[in-house]
């Protein structure tokens, strides 16, 4: 019977998985035609379902992405390593632009034109070829799914971007004002030339990896607390920014540690962006292992989570189907998740996962133990006591922590009572020994009255009557 | 973020800047510049004031008064700054309810100073603020969320129903079978107890057994029957009952007609 496999890979359009190729081999059997071409339909529409889920799921693959630069002050032929980069190691189908492009379209027909987007400092106000993208566009892009680098430079920051990132909570230092360190250098160049140390990197963002070597000159931005900016370079102490154009040092955007030069961001719908201060962080002479691990995380080929399984069912194995949770039952929950490293699917090691169930708030909130690791997954499970009051419940794991995509699986449950033969019986309760024992002495009492009743002979009535 | 306490402390670069007339001071306290002792500040009337002045031909162009909490988290204050002959008087005049709520909240703030121009640097830690645990309960301040593992949470289960003790229940059992054969040895003693209008005849004992039957019946009812078995057993008991039952009174009415009861 003829056998198909079906493999996929992703287009080269936006999220798309399309069918690759259909392998067909001869095996021993069948070889009606008709039976093979039902086969093939059926698999060609198993693949197709197949597909359709994959497309739903966040991208670990390269995918479009539009470089907008401008090339008063972006010369891309110092740019070569991050576009090599681009190129031959992510494979990212790559679209240079300038900034006023008529072909520079993020949108078209209402649908997401790139993936990623990288925008390098302008001197223009807006962006487009009409000036006609601004901070919104951006930001509905970004809502879209889509994932955007920015780069702004104390002479390049638009207004597009600026709108775009004060929307998200970043605020880059205006036009002109740089980041200045007097306690570097001896000279008004070393001053701006900021070697950056550990202190300054925060790897709890778990976006790169390990402490990079950088000499940082731009602007830096004030961050709001949302928690959905990771904070990737912080300024050092004894900086702050000032306008280059001004000689009078009172206006200071940031001062100290309160200043950020790079910050990465990520929505609740996993979209990416990220935000550096300094171009030269990505030219030829800086191009490192950091700027790398920054693209890569923007562009969702890092640190991406995938649930490929979630189970619960009664503590002996029954399924909810089999037999419908009730109160008090002992059930068990697992979870199976793993993680895009840029590669391959691999297992994944977190020891704060957790599992909540609950009504409006968690009856339960618990901490998800590792069970078990193949070769490109992890599964995490927990025993638990369903509550003692009934109601429609959510079984949901959120996983939501710095540097990772989130993760957010819910299941809703009616969780019944108990019904009205699985309440403990009355002998189970002491206090009833009294009223079941009474009950039966007097049932022993009727039976022992009814025989004497119709058995007995009262000597004395017996002899009145005779006497009468 | 102790590290970055280290440097703060640690951090005196080399300064050709002169700071002197340093004062640190509320409403209640003054402390000088390197001074062990911290301000105490206990109420959130309390104006904190630093002031200090910089020997130097030209003014600095960085001239901070930073606040360091004990993680490690800072601000920083620009103070007034004029000139006065030789020497740049600075004064920073900070009420209590301008401080962010996270270093009103905080028992303990490091006063740095960072004076920088292209040729001069100054930076080093001159004092320390201590806010009162008073203080601090006053504070609105309140924790951003953070993405992070939340506290786990345990259901707790409602208590089972409370049940008399079982050996309790055993005594007032064993009462209720003693009140019992109570019953039974005073009817003897009253003479009840005596069968002198015994027969032998079988449908006495059908009644007698169709009776049990019944007492049966509702036993098997208490233990999980159905009421529909339960009226079908009745129903079939009904009918042999009313027979043998009639039998019986028969015999009694003839027992009694013949003076024999």
Same mark, same amino acid.
């Given at each position: 019977?003829?056998?198909?496999?079906?493999?996929?890979?992703?287009?080269?359009?936006?999220?798309?998985?399309?069918?690759?190729?259909?392998?067909?081999?001869?095996?021993?059997?069948?070889?009606?035609?008709?039976?093979?071409?039902?086969?093939?339909?059926?698999?060609?529409?198993?693949?197709?379902?197949?597909?359709?889920?994959?497309?739903?799921?966040?991208?670990?693959?390269?995918?479009?992405?539009?470089?907008?630069?401008?090339?008063?002050?972006?010369?891309?032929?110092?740019?070569?390593?991050?576009?090599?980069?681009?190129?031959?190691?992510?494979?990212?189908?790559?679209?240079?632009?300038?900034?006023?492009?008529?072909?520079?379209?993020?949108?078209?027909?209402?649908?997401?034109?790139?993936?990623?987007?990288?925008?390098?400092?302008?001197?223009?106000?807006?962006?487009?070829?009409?000036?006609?993208?601004?901070?919104?566009?951006?930001?509905?892009?970004?809502?879209?799914?889509?994932?955007?680098?920015?780069?702004?430079?104390?002479?390049?920051?638009?207004?597009?971007?600026?709108?775009?990132?004060?929307?998200?909570?970043?605020?880059?230092?205006?036009?002109?004002?740089?980041?200045?360190?007097?306690?570097?250098?001896?000279?008004?160049?070393?001053?701006?030339?900021?070697?950056?140390?550990?202190?300054?990197?925060?790897?709890?963002?778990?976006?790169?990896?390990?402490?990079?070597?950088?000499?940082?000159?731009?602007?830096?931005?004030?961050?709001?607390?949302?928690?959905?900016?990771?904070?990737?370079?912080?300024?050092?102490?004894?900086?702050?920014?000032?306008?280059?154009?001004?000689?009078?040092?009172?206006?200071?955007?940031?001062?100290?540690?309160?200043?950020?030069?790079?910050?990465?961001?990520?929505?609740?719908?996993?979209?990416?962006?990220?935000?550096?201060?300094?171009?030269?962080?990505?030219?030829?002479?800086?191009?490192?292992?950091?700027?790398?691990?920054?693209?890569?995380?923007?562009?969702?080929?890092?640190?991406?989570?995938?649930?490929?399984?979630?189970?619960?069912?009664?503590?002996?194995?029954?399924?909810?189907?089999?037999?419908?949770?009730?109160?008090?039952?002992?059930?068990?929950?697992?979870?199976?998740?793993?993680?895009?490293?840029?590669?391959?699917?691999?297992?994944?090691?977190?020891?704060?996962?957790?599992?909540?169930?609950?009504?409006?708030?968690?009856?339960?909130?618990?901490?998800?133990?590792?069970?078990?690791?193949?070769?490109?997954?992890?599964?995490?499970?927990?025993?638990?006591?369903?509550?003692?009051?009934?109601?429609?419940?959510?079984?949901?794991?959120?996983?939501?922590?710095?540097?990772?995509?989130?993760?957010?699986?819910?299941?809703?449950?009616?969780?019944?009572?108990?019904?009205?033969?699985?309440?403990?019986?009355?002998?189970?309760?002491?206090?009833?020994?009294?009223?079941?024992?009474?009950?039966?002495?007097?049932?022993?009492?009727?039976?022992?009255?009814?025989?004497?009743?119709?058995?007995?002979?009262?000597?004395?009535?017996?002899?009145?009557?005779?006497?009468? | 973020?102790?590290?970055?306490?280290?440097?703060?402390?640690?951090?005196?670069?080399?300064?050709?800047?002169?700071?002197?007339?340093?004062?640190?001071?509320?409403?209640?306290?003054?402390?000088?510049?390197?001074?062990?002792?911290?301000?105490?500040?206990?109420?959130?009337?309390?104006?904190?004031?630093?002031?200090?002045?910089?020997?130097?031909?030209?003014?600095?162009?960085?001239?901070?008064?930073?606040?360091?909490?004990?993680?490690?988290?800072?601000?920083?204050?620009?103070?007034?700054?004029?000139?006065?002959?030789?020497?740049?008087?600075?004064?920073?005049?900070?009420?209590?309810?301008?401080?962010?709520?996270? #270093?009103?909240? %905080?028992?303990?703030? /490091?006063?740095? *100073?960072? !004076?920088?121009? &292209?040729?001069?640097?100054? @930076?080093?830690?001159?004092?320390?603020?201590?806010?009162?645990?008073?203080?601090?309960?006053?504070?609105?301040?309140?924790?951003?969320?953070?993405?992070?593992?939340?506290?786990?949470?345990?259901?707790?289960?409602?208590?089972?129903?409370?049940?008399?003790?079982?050996?309790?229940?055993?005594?007032?059992?064993?009462?209720?079978?003693?009140?019992?054969?109570?019953?039974?040895?005073?009817?003897?003693?009253?003479?009840?107890?005596?069968?002198?209008?015994?027969? #032998?005849?079988? %449908?006495?004992?059908? /009644?007698?057994? *169709?009776? !049990?039957?019944? &007492?049966?019946?509702?036993? @098997?009812?208490?233990?999980?029957?159905?009421?529909?078995?339960?009226?079908?057993?009745?129903?079939?008991?009904?009918?042999?009952?009313?027979?043998?039952?009639?039998?019986?009174?028969?015999?009694?009415?003839?027992?009694?007609?013949?003076?024999?009861?």
């Amino acid at each position: 019977m003829a056998v198909e496999t079906c493999s996929t890979e992703r287009s080269k359009g936006p999220n798309v998985l399309r069918v690759h190729s259909f392998k067909r081999s001869q095996g021993s059997g069948f070889s009606n035609q008709s039976i093979n071409t039902t086969t093939m339909q059926l698999s060609t529409l198993f693949c197709l379902f197949l597909v359709s889920i994959a497309s739903a799921l966040p991208s670990p693959f390269p995918t479009d992405t539009a470089l907008i630069y401008d090339s008063k002050i972006t010369n891309l032929e110092s740019y070569t390593s991050l576009l090599n980069y681009l190129r031959e190691e992510l494979r990212v189908p790559l679209q240079v632009l300038e900034f006023n492009s008529p072909e520079l379209e993020i949108f078209k027909n209402g649908q997401r034109n790139f993936d990623n987007l990288i925008i390098f400092p302008t001197k223009a106000r807006s962006i487009g070829s009409e000036s006609n993208i601004h901070g919104l566009d951006l930001l509905n892009f970004f809502n879209d799914g889509g994932n955007v680098f920015t780069i702004t430079s104390p002479t390049g920051v638009s207004e597009t971007v600026r709108n775009y990132l004060n929307q998200i909570g970043i605020y880059p230092s205006p036009r002109n004002h740089e980041l200045v360190d007097y306690f570097v250098g001896s000279n008004e160049t070393s001053f701006k030339s900021i070697k950056l140390t550990a202190e300054n990197v925060k790897l709890e963002s778990n976006i790169i990896s390990s402490v990079p070597e950088i000499t940082y000159s731009g602007s830096a931005a004030l961050l709001t607390n949302n928690n959905l900016l990771f904070p990737i370079l912080q300024s050092p102490s004894t900086s702050f920014t000032k306008n280059s154009q001004e000689s009078d040092e009172a206006n200071n955007w940031t001062v100290g540690t309160q200043g950020y030069l790079a910050v990465g961001h990520q929505g609740l719908n996993n979209a990416r962006g990220a935000w550096i201060g300094d171009a030269s962080l990505l030219d030829d002479s800086q191009f490192s292992t950091f700027d790398k691990e920054l693209l890569q995380w923007t562009f969702q080929m890092k640190n991406i989570l995938r649930v490929t399984e979630v189970k619960h069912n009664h503590i002996n194995g029954d399924t909810y189907a089999e037999r419908p949770y009730k109160v008090k039952d002992e059930l068990e929950y697992q979870i199976t998740l793993q993680e895009f490293n840029g590669e391959q699917w691999s297992p994944v090691s977190f020891s704060d996962l957790q599992f909540e169930i609950k009504l409006i708030s968690p009856y339960h909130r618990l901490n998800l133990s590792e069970l078990s690791q193949d070769e490109n997954s992890t599964t995490y499970g927990v025993t638990f006591k369903v509550p003692d009051r009934h109601g429609v419940y959510t079984l949901q794991t959120i996983y939501q922590r710095p540097g990772w995509s989130f993760v957010e699986e819910k299941e809703v449950l009616s969780i019944r009572h108990l019904a009205n033969d699985e309440y403990p019986r009355s002998w189970d309760i002491p206090n009833s020994w009294v009223y079941i024992t009474s009950s039966v002495v007097v049932f022993a009492a009727w039976i022992v009255f009814l025989i004497v009743f119709i058995y007995i002979k009262d000597g004395k009535i017996v002899d009145s009557k005779k006497q009468k | 973020m102790k590290i970055q306490l280290l440097v703060l402390f640690l951090s005196t670069v080399i300064s050709a800047f002169k700071i002197t007339d340093g004062t640190l001071k509320s409403s209640k306290q003054e402390l000088g510049f390197f001074e062990s002792d911290s301000l105490r500040l206990n109420s959130t009337e309390e104006n904190l004031s630093v002031s200090f002045k910089i020997k130097s031909n030209t003014k600095p162009n960085q001239i901070f008064v930073k606040l360091t909490n004990e993680n490690g988290i800072e601000s920083s204050f620009k103070p007034t700054t004029k000139k006065s002959g030789e020497s740049y008087i600075s004064k920073l005049s900070l009420p209590f309810t301008k401080l962010p709520t996270l #270093f009103q909240a %905080s028992s303990k703030l /490091f006063v740095s *100073l960072v !004076i920088a121009s &292209e040729e001069d640097k100054y @930076f080093e830690t001159v004092g320390s603020i201590e806010n009162t645990p008073y203080l601090i309960s006053k504070s609105t301040y309140k924790p951003t969320e953070k993405f992070q593992a939340k506290p786990e949470i345990h259901h707790i289960f409602n208590e089972a129903p409370q049940t008399v003790d079982p050996s309790i229940a055993v005594v007032f059992s064993f009462l209720s079978i003693m009140t019992f054969f109570t019953l039974i040895v005073s009817w003897g003693f009253n003479g009840a107890l005596n069968f002198g209008n015994f027969k #032998f005849d079988l %449908s006495h004992f059908a /009644f007698i057994a *169709l009776i !049990i039957g019944y &007492e049966v019946t509702f036993f @098997f009812y208490y233990l999980g029957d159905s009421i529909f078995t339960t009226i079908g057993r009745v129903a079939i008991l009904t009918g042999p009952t009313v027979w043998f039952g009639s039998r019986l009174l028969n015999y009694l009415g003839e027992l009694r007609v013949a003076g024999q009861r």
